[in-house]
């Protein structure tokens, strides 16, 4: 019972810690109701947490007297390591929040593994303040645990007495790790009291839902079934019928008495979303350079990422292949490899490719999925080529050689001197390419590879923080698309169709891209993360949280039909996903 009432004020301490670390994300009433909403998941843990104890526990009552010092051992280096997790999981779940805005994840377990691409992230004063964080809070709470736990952690002396005792514990450890008695067992609905989704992560265990992600990452069932296969099937074939029946080329592409085969550059912005274009709605004066690119060229006004990290992003752009919620199909190689790609049929049509990006390669299985897209080096003046620049400058810790008017020491005033520094390179690019002998031959597709919740601090749940830029430029633009706006709804996995057909390469293997340009191809928008499904329309956004299955508005409304039709989508991706 010491133990158990241990991990209880453990958890209630990591959730203050949690929300006034985070009390940027707070709603008028605050996230304090969510002490008392939690206690569910906090008695599931831990009971968890507890159970292996009372198992040493209940051994001790059969074991010789000369054995209860290897007892006493036994349990404290148990608990010693199990401490050393929980500090280190519960910490890193509240920076893994300020960044990804979702709790401690399996997606967020698998960056673990390469621990270089991850500490290349951080500033050495994060390195050396989080160390410093994690050794003293971890030394503090070993200390409150010896004080807890006492002296006599194993049974004084072998007595059968004491079975009834250790019985009547497990069975109540297991109500409580199921939640009680119900037909279900206990979940992360069973917290969410809130229509501020911040308030329900506060009173989500961060442990709790870490191994609850684990076990479901690692399932092969369909979580997201919600209509009959046969249904969700038909929907979306429906939905994407008009794009494989009138693919066409559009004419933005000028063509030159030869027909010479362009050359193609896309450039992935990492993390650069529509909040710093102007032209979206975003802030003034951070993208001149990408404003006159849009200028220029064709720009999609209503484009967004399908996911919300650079792995999700890669595979969007060049696979044509949405993001799921929950997992990211190029850390499953076996799968990923089954997937078209951008390069590959370009490849096949006499391009020759390239890939350039400054970061490791280890990051996300990145490495390993570029090669089986058969991206190359490129030898001396090939041509035509497909390349693509992958970015990375507007990311934490921020630390980019550049002054811009944005010299403050907040979030909000480092991330928009990033994107101002990443728009002035972007500028000197094009400035030194210009004068390159490829450079009039070449289309270029800007496109951001995820959105971002600054600078304006959005929930990454809403669609404002998932909208990207997406511009397609360069001399090979013909003149009468020169600053034209397309409002169609749609997705950075939509640039495959979109921009293939027009090259005279057929886009057939993308299944889940459609083409922007096509008037016939119906308008909507799809974006998901851990926490649920966003669907986007000309009638309205909304957001489906798993947890809660309640649908949220987020502007005009959606129609019972848009509703059905997005859930039908993420049932059917998700099926076609763990078919690969």
Same mark, same amino acid.
Request: with cysteine; proline share 6%; charged share 15%.
């Given at each position: 019972?010491?133990?158990?009432?241990?991990?209880?004020?453990?958890?209630?301490?990591?959730?203050?810690?949690?929300?006034?670390? &985070?009390?940027?994300?707070?709603?008028?009433?605050?996230?304090?109701?969510?002490?008392?909403?939690?206690?569910?998941?906090?008695?599931?843990?831990?009971?968890?947490?507890?159970?292996? /104890?009372?198992?040493?526990?209940?051994?001790?009552?059969?074991?010789?007297?000369?054995?209860?010092?290897?007892?006493?051992?036994?349990?404290?280096?148990?608990?010693?390591?199990?401490?050393?997790?929980?500090?280190?999981?519960?910490?890193?779940?509240?920076?893994?929040?300020?960044?990804?805005?979702?709790?401690? @994840?399996?997606?967020?377990?698998?960056?673990?593994?390469?621990?270089?691409?991850?500490?290349?992230?951080?500033?050495?004063?994060?390195?050396?303040?989080?160390?410093?964080?994690?050794?003293?809070?971890?030394?503090?709470?070993?200390?409150?645990?010896?004080?807890?736990?006492?002296?006599?952690?194993?049974?004084?002396?072998?007595?059968?007495?004491?079975?009834?005792?250790?019985?009547?514990?497990?069975?109540?450890?297991?109500?409580?790790?199921?939640?009680?008695?119900?037909?279900?067992?206990?979940?992360?609905?069973?917290?969410?009291?809130?229509?501020?989704?911040? *308030? *329900?992560?506060?009173?989500?265990?961060?442990?709790?839902?870490?191994?609850?992600?684990?076990?479901?990452?690692?399932?092969?069932? =369909?979580?997201?079934?919600?209509?009959?296969?046969?249904?969700?099937?038909?929907?979306?074939?429906?939905?994407?019928?008009?794009?494989?029946?009138? =693919?066409?080329?559009?004419?933005?592409?000028?063509?030159?008495?030869?027909?010479?085969?362009?050359?193609?550059?896309?450039?992935?912005?990492?993390?650069?979303?529509?909040?710093?274009?102007?032209?979206?709605?975003?802030?003034?004066?951070?993208?001149?350079?990408?404003?006159?690119?849009?200028?220029?060229?064709?720009?999609?006004?209503?484009?967004?990422?399908?996911?919300?990290?650079?792995?999700?992003?890669?595979?969007?752009?060049?696979?044509?292949?949405?993001?799921?919620? +929950?997992?990211?199909?190029?850390?499953?190689?076996?799968?990923?490899?089954?997937?078209?790609?951008?390069?590959? &049929?370009?490849?096949?049509?006499?391009?020759?490719?390239?890939?350039?990006?400054?970061?490791?390669?280890?990051?996300?299985?990145?490495?390993?999925?570029?090669? =089986?897209?058969?991206?190359?080096?490129?030898?001396?003046?090939?041509?035509?080529?497909?390349?693509?620049?992958?970015?990375?400058? &507007?990311?934490?810790?921020?630390?980019?050689?550049?002054?811009?008017?944005?010299?403050? =020491?907040?979030?909000?005033?480092?991330?928009? @001197?990033? /994107?101002?520094?990443?728009?002035?390179?972007?500028? %000197?690019?094009?400035?030194?390419?210009?004068?390159?002998?490829?450079?009039?031959?070449?289309?270029?597709?800007?496109? /951001?590879?995820?959105?971002?919740?600054?600078?304006?601090?959005?929930?990454?749940?809403?669609?404002?923080?998932?909208?990207?830029?997406?511009?397609?430029?360069?001399?090979?633009?013909?003149? %009468?698309?020169?600053?034209?706006?397309?409002?169609?709804?749609?997705?950075?996995? +939509?640039?495959?169709?979109?921009?293939?057909?027009?090259?005279?390469?057929?886009?057939?293997?993308?299944?889940?891209?459609? #083409?922007?340009?096509?008037?016939?191809?119906? +308008?909507?928008?799809?974006?998901? *993360?851990?926490?649920?499904?966003?669907?986007?329309?000309?009638?309205?956004?909304?957001?489906?949280?798993?947890?809660?299955? %309640?649908?949220?508005?987020?502007?005009? @409304?959606?129609?019972? %039909?848009?509703?059905?039709?997005?859930?039908?989508?993420?049932?059917?991706?998700? #099926?076609?996903?763990?078919?690969?």
């Amino acid at each position: 019972m010491r133990l158990y009432a241990f991990w209880l004020l453990f958890f209630a301490f990591f959730r203050l810690l949690f929300v006034a670390w &985070l009390r940027e994300n707070w709603n008028a009433d605050g996230p304090w109701a969510s002490f008392w909403y939690a206690l569910p998941l906090d008695f599931s843990m831990a009971g968890y947490l507890v159970a292996p /104890a009372v198992f040493l526990w209940y051994a001790g009552i059969l074991i010789r007297p000369s054995a209860q010092p290897f007892l006493r051992y036994a349990l404290l280096t148990f608990h010693l390591g199990l401490l050393l997790f929980m500090v280190l999981a519960f910490t890193a779940n509240i920076f893994i929040y300020a960044e990804w805005h979702t709790p401690l @994840n399996s997606r967020a377990f698998d960056h673990f593994r390469i621990p270089g691409a991850m500490l290349d992230s951080m500033s050495a004063a994060f390195k050396v303040g989080g160390l410093a964080l994690y050794v003293c809070l971890t030394w503090v709470w070993w200390r409150v645990f010896l004080e807890f736990s006492g002296k006599q952690l194993a049974t004084p002396e072998r007595s059968f007495a004491h079975l009834p005792a250790g019985t009547v514990l497990l069975v109540s450890l297991f109500l409580l790790i199921r939640g009680g008695l119900g037909k279900m067992p206990i979940n992360e609905s069973a917290v969410y009291y809130s229509g501020h989704l911040f *308030n *329900n992560h506060a009173a989500t265990n961060t442990a709790w839902h870490f191994m609850h992600s684990l076990i479901e990452t690692r399932s092969t069932q =369909n979580h997201y079934r919600y209509l009959s296969d046969e249904s969700a099937r038909k929907v979306v074939e429906e939905l994407y019928a008009p794009n494989k029946t009138s =693919n066409r080329a559009h004419s933005w592409l000028s063509r030159s008495p030869a027909e010479t085969p362009p050359n193609v550059v896309f450039i992935l912005m990492e993390s650069m979303t529509a909040q710093v274009l102007e032209e979206l709605g975003g802030e003034k004066g951070v993208c001149p350079n990408l404003s006159r690119l849009a200028g220029t060229g064709i720009l999609f006004e209503r484009c967004y990422g399908s996911g919300y990290r650079t792995d999700q992003g890669l595979v969007s752009i060049l696979g044509g292949f949405p993001a799921q919620p +929950d997992q990211s199909v190029v850390l499953l190689q076996d799968k990923a490899a089954k997937l078209p790609s951008v390069s590959k &049929l370009l490849k096949k049509a006499g391009y020759a490719t390239a890939f350039f990006y400054g970061g490791q390669l280890t990051f996300a299985n990145m490495g390993t999925w570029l090669y =089986n897209q058969e991206f190359q080096t490129l030898q001396k003046k090939p041509t035509p080529f497909f390349a693509t620049v992958m970015t990375l400058s &507007l990311h934490q810790p921020y630390d980019v050689p550049y002054k811009s008017r944005w010299t403050g =020491n907040t979030e909000r005033e480092k991330f928009l @001197n990033c /994107a101002a520094f990443a728009d002035h390179a972007i500028g %000197e690019f094009f400035r030194q390419a210009a004068q390159a002998p490829w450079f009039d031959n070449t289309v270029f597709v800007l496109v /951001a590879d995820h959105g971002h919740p600054q600078p304006g601090n959005i929930n990454m749940n809403t669609p404002r923080a998932r909208q990207v830029p997406l511009i397609i430029t360069g001399p090979r633009i013909n003149p %009468e698309w020169r600053g034209r706006r397309i409002g169609k709804l749609g997705n950075h996995h +939509d640039i495959p169709a979109t921009v293939l057909d027009e090259l005279g390469i057929s886009s057939t293997p993308f299944t889940w891209s459609k #083409d922007l340009l096509n008037e016939r191809t119906p +308008d909507f928008a799809y974006y998901s *993360n851990e926490n649920g499904l966003g669907w986007i329309t000309p009638q309205g956004a909304g957001f489906f949280p798993f947890a809660k299955q %309640e649908w949220q508005e987020h502007s005009g @409304n959606l129609t019972p %039909e848009s509703r059905n039709t997005a859930r039908a989508y993420l049932q059917v991706l998700y #099926d076609v996903f763990l078919g690969l």
